[in-house]
Structures are given as structure tokens and as C-alpha cells.
């Protein structure tokens, strides 16, 4: 049981370049989000998936888009990546128990937008 | 809207001492509470969370907090700190919605020294 795992751990890219995070989870749950973490401002949510085959935006969702590719796999794209972008973003997943939204997150990718 | 407040960005605490986190919350309903930790480079790991239950929650590695209604307040409490306590620390509430979005707190980084 490997719980959120998530590719690749690293990433540099050029301004313009495009990407996209992978992030798979084997525990059945029906919710998975994309949290970027910046310094000082905690963790933000770019867009999240309640179930599958639907998707919606969060707090930061411009930039950014998402596949739900299906219950087990959710995918961020970066279209055309820049600076403000450099980031370590983070997938989570929750089985929503009744909304209650204990969430579990895999270990990140560092991205770096030059 | 539900929100978080860590009134501590940073807390220094020597080894064997108590450690105080503090955090605020702001919600029109009653709340789901969680603290998360994230020791360096790593994800994002619960401690322990707050559904209507107890007040008193108690965590992994010795940690417990406190739901006070009537200050809006979480704290999180260790009474003796070991080094590897050493991380950040995010208080998070529940949005409250279907989707089990989360709100996170800016962080508060605890440094131990021997």
C-alpha cells in the first residue's frame, strides 16, 4: 500500500515550457486534490476532483489545468509554465466520509520555473 | 468563510521543554479541526483532528489540542519536546462543503535546540 504517490520529485523548466504532475493514489478514495505550497502562505488549492469525471477549480486555479484520468489517477498541467509557478505542489486524496475532510498527501514535486 | 489563524510563524523551544502552538479559527458552523505536520522536505503527515467529539484530541508522537469553543481556538500542546519534533505545522479547518476542501493556516516553524 503505497498510499499518494506522486512524479517526478523534480522539475525545472523554462518560462513557456509545459509540464504535467502526475499523481496516483491505491487507497479507494473518491476525492483527490492539487495544493501548491509557497512560503508563508501555507498550502493552496488549485483545482480538486470530488469523484470521477468531475473537476473544479479551487482557490489559485489560473495557469493550471486537470485530468481526472480515472478514481485512482488525477493529473496537473502546466500549459505554459512561468516564474510566478515555481512552487512544490502536492496531491492529496480523502475517502469523504461525510464531508469530513481528513486529507492524505503524497511527498511533492519541486518544480522550478526559470 | 471558514478560516485559520497561526498567531506564530516561528517558535524556538529547547529540547525537554513544553511546546505551544497556537491557532485561531473563524467558522459559522461547527468546525472539523486538524493539525498537520511536515517535517523537512517530506508531505504533509496528520497529527490529529477534531470532529465534535472530545474537546481534549490526542495525537501521534505525544501531541494533543484543544477545541475551545469559546476562544475560537485549537492549540496544539507537547510537554516535552524531542528534536525530532523539529518541522512545520499547519492548523487546517474543514471548509465544511461536500467536497471535503480544507483550509490551511500559514504554518508555524518549530525549531528545537539541545
Known amino acids: 500500500n503505497a498510499g499518494v504517490t506522486q512524479t517526478p520529485k523534480f522539475q525545472v523548466l523554462k518560462t513557456g515550457q509545459s509540464m504535467t504532475l502526475q499523481c496516483a493514489q491505491d487507497?479507494?478514495?473518491?476525492?483527490m486534490y492539487w495544493y501548491r505550497q509557497d512560503p508563508g502562505m501555507g498550502l493552496r488549492l488549485i483545482y480538486y476532483s470530488a469523484s470521477e469525471g468531475t473537476t473544479d477549480k479551487g482557490e489559485v486555479p489560473n495557469g493550471y489545468n486537470v485530468s481526472r484520468l480515472n478514481k485512482r489517477e488525477f493529473s496537473l498541467r502546466l500549459e505554459s509554465a512561468a516564474p510566478s509557478q515555481t512552487s512544490v505542489y502536492f496531491c492529496a486524496s480523502s475517502p469523504l466520509a461525510g464531508g469530513i475532510g481528513e486529507q492524505f498527501f503524497g511527498p511533492g514535486t519541486r518544480l522550478t520555473v526559470l | 468563510a471558514q478560516s485559520v489563524t497561526q498567531l506564530d510563524s516561528h517558535v524556538s523551544v529547547s529540547e525537554g521543554t513544553p511546546v505551544l502552538l497556537r491557532c485561531n479559527y473563524s467558522?459559522?458552523?461547527?468546525?472539523?479541526l486538524f493539525w498537520y505536520v511536515q517535517h523537512p522536505n517530506k508531505g504533509l503527515q496528520l497529527l490529529l483532528k477534531y470532529t465534535s467529539a472530545a474537546t481534549l484530541v490526542k495525537g501521534i508522537n505525544g501531541f494533543e489540542a484543544e477545541f475551545k469553543k469559546s476562544e475560537t481556538s485549537f492549540h496544539l500542546t507537547k510537554p516535552s519536546a524531542h528534536m525530532s519534533d523539529a518541522a512545520e505545522y499547519f492548523c487546517v479547518v474543514s471548509t465544511g462543503d461536500s467536497w471535503g476542501k480544507l483550509q490551511f493556516g500559514a504554518g508555524t516553524q518549530v525549531v528545537v535546540t539541545p
Open positions: 467558522s459559522s458552523y461547527s468546525p472539523s
Open positions: 487507497m479507494n478514495h473518491n476525492s
